[in-house]
């Protein structure tokens, strides 16, 4: 080769020596699980004092340090002071299928680069339906996160349920979705994009666990008939984000039933719960669905972002962006499953299906029901011990790994304890230690922790605790 930098550049060697060198320093980082010398989880910096950093460090610094000062400067997932976001530590395997799919670079839209993925990803989805409680026509496919997810669910309901062809024709009336005031905002999101507006958001307020009241279905879908708005869709959240607590899926599905909706679950969270023994309860009613989303990156161990997507009847996302309706009134004989690309928005996806698969094939589906039984667990006990402090209380007793509370105090007001409990989490934050993040819910700022790591224990929530004590003397 005359070009000796495109050599270098794709030289096995340096990978070889660069690929071994890495995997040390991996292998370390992965090591803070079971370290009981822990260090930080974050160390936070000022996003100007962070941008000033990598700009100098692309004129100056040494590139045989990059990958260390990455590891060294970014949020630490594995460990287990970590209960901040719902992603979880990546299962150390996992690495490696991103390697793999980084390596291989095939975009598996199409069967010629997804002839490996596209039947694990088949394989997968399948697996997903018989756990949701779906028949012999269903079927699904993998995307990029769970807000393109829900935005393509939402397309797919739009195609199968409004009397006219949007996809073809444009909006000729108004048009609605139905969901949960306390939904992810990528549900609003979804019907902005599709050109729904403010209208078309159909908001149902929540009880006091914050869980959709069921009870107002029918009224606030007959006003939004009456207003001329054509409601195609429901929404049930499992769990909600902010929360964790899950709306009444059952009852959600008959009334969708009842009045011929598309009924979608956004179970990007809670969706792994299926593979739980104790906890798959929690998902009561959620065969009742047309289309539901789960999460891998959450709650099932693996990097993100990689998303499933299925449908009850495979035929409904077989068509999402096709031109014409018709296939509703017919078999389809071959679906051509195996080119994802016809419906998803990804004309390049890369490999994802490996991380399912090899967790699957290395360990088997105990790892999730373990996994996620474990963090649930934690994240009841969590809300025990929050419930016996006399200057703590919850936001709602947490049925997940997601627990809202925050300090009270009877002698100060509202706006007062909320700039406190925002102060406490900004001081753990610039800390370091730990790392949780915060919500508001009905005006109350609430500290939130999210119990992604197993080897978060009691101790951890203890030492939590302890640490917020001490916090609020110095503020």
């Known amino acids: 080769m005359q070009n000796k930098l495109l050599e270098k550049v794709y030289s096995p060697e340096d990978f070889k020596k660069n690929g071994h060198e890495l995997i040390d320093l991996l292998s370390n980082h992965i090591n803070q699980v079971f370290d009981k010398n822990l260090g930080k989880v974050i160390d936070w910096k000022e996003p ?39 992603v979880g530590p990546a299962a150390p395997i996992t690495v490696l299928t991103s390697m793999i799919s980084a390596i291989l670079n095939n975009g598996t839209a199409v069967y010629e680069m997804g002839m490996v993925t596209n039947p ?14 779906y028949g012999s026509k269903s079927s699904g496919f993998l995307t990029s996160g769970g807000t393109l997810a829900n935005l393509t669910a939402m397309l797919s309901a739009r195609k199968a349920k409004v009397s006219k062809d949007v996809w073809k024709d444009g909006h000729t009336k108004p048009l609605g979705i139905m969901v949960s005031e306390e939904a992810h905002y990528c549900i609003e999101r979804a019907a902005k994009i599709m050109g729904l507006g403010e209208q078309g958001l159909i908001k149902i307020p929540v009880k006091s666990n914050f869980s959709m009241d069921v009870s107002l279905l029918e009224s606030y879908y007959q006003e939004a008939t009456q207003n001329g708005i054509e409601v195609f869709a429901i929404v049930g959240s499992a769990p909600s984000t902010a929360t964790g607590v899950l709306d009444d899926l059952d009852t959600i599905g008959t009334f969708a039933q009842k009045h011929k909706l598309w009924y979608h679950v956004d179970a990007a969270h809670g969706g792994a719960a299926l593979f739980s023994t104790k906890y798959k309860g929690t998902l009561k009613g959620i065969a009742k669905s047309d289309s539901v989303v789960i999460d891998g990156h959450k709650m099932m161990m693996m990097p993100g972002i990689t998303t499933a997507l299925v449908y009850s009847d495979s035929r409904t996302s077989d068509v999402t962006f096709s031109q014409k309706a018709d296939y509703l009134l017919e078999d389809s004989i071959d679906s051509d499953w195996y080119n994802s690309g016809k419906r998803t928005f990804e004309c390049t996806k890369n490999m994802m299906a490996l991380h399912w698969f090899v967790l699957l094939k290395t360990y088997g589906e105990s790892i999730f029901d373990e996994y996620v039984t474990q963090l649930y667990d934690l994240g009841n006990q969590f809300g025990k011990m929050i419930n016996d402090e006399p200057n703590f209380e919850l936001a709602v007793s947490p049925v997940t790994n997601i627990v809202c509370f925050r300090y009270i105090d009877d002698n ?56 917020i004590k001490i916090v609020i003397k110095t503020i």
């Open 412 to 467: 100060l007001e509202l706006a007062q304890l909320n700039k406190i409990n925002a102060d406490i989490r900004q001081e753990l934050l610039e800390d370091g230690e730990f790392y949780i993040v915060q919500t508001k819910l009905r005006g109350k700022h609430y500290m939130r922790v999210t119990i992604m790591n197993p080897f978060t224990s009691e101790k951890h929530l203890v030492q939590l605790l302890d640490k």
């Open 120 to 133: 694990m990803e088949r394989i997968i989805t399948e697996l997903l339906c018989e756990k949701i409680g």
């Open 48 to 86: 100007d004092e962070s941008l000033s950093y990598w700009k100098d460090f692309l004129e100056n610094g040494k590139s045989e340090t990059l990958f260390e000062e990455v590891l060294k400067r970014s949020t630490h997932l594995h460990h287990p002071k970590y209960i901040a976001h719902q």
